[in-house]
């Protein structure tokens, strides 16, 4: 009778543990899509747009900041530091021309795939 009640405790201790990770779970999974939402929500400013950024070196970017309708903003970026470098017009932009070649646009894994398969036949 003292092993059954041992082997169904450790049952229950089993059970209780498991019931305790997925109640973790879930309160993960559903604070996570709040944060989420509440990020989003707060992201949505019509005034401030980062346009264009390029990475110069580690901690260290250069920025085009749209600000309102036509006001664009040359900033460095950097660990500690916003530094404005220069105000554009929006003539001064150049736009990104899709039937250029020189430009490499990002191309998915199937595609890369696709093109591997056929080399080797």
Excluded: C, H
Excluded at 10 to 16: G, P, T, V, W, Y
């Amino acid at each position: 009778m003292l092993f059954l009640s041992a082997v169904g405790e450790s049952i229950f201790q089993l059970i209780f543990a498991l019931v305790v990770f997925v109640g973790v779970l879930a309160l993960t999974a559903f604070v996570t899509k709040w944060i989420a939402g509440y990020q989003k929500s707060q992201g949505l400013n019509r005034n401030l747009e980062i346009v264009e950024g390029i990475r110069l070196a580690t901690n260290k970017y250069v920025q085009i900041i749209r600000a309102g309708e036509d006001r664009y903003f040359v900033v460095a970026v950097g660990k500690d530091e916003v530094t404005l470098l220069g105000e554009l017009s929006s003539s001064e932009l150049k736009e990104l021309d899709t039937t250029d070649t020189s430009v490499q646009m990002p191309v998915d894994f199937k595609s890369i795939l696709d093109n591997l398969s056929r080399k080797k036949n």
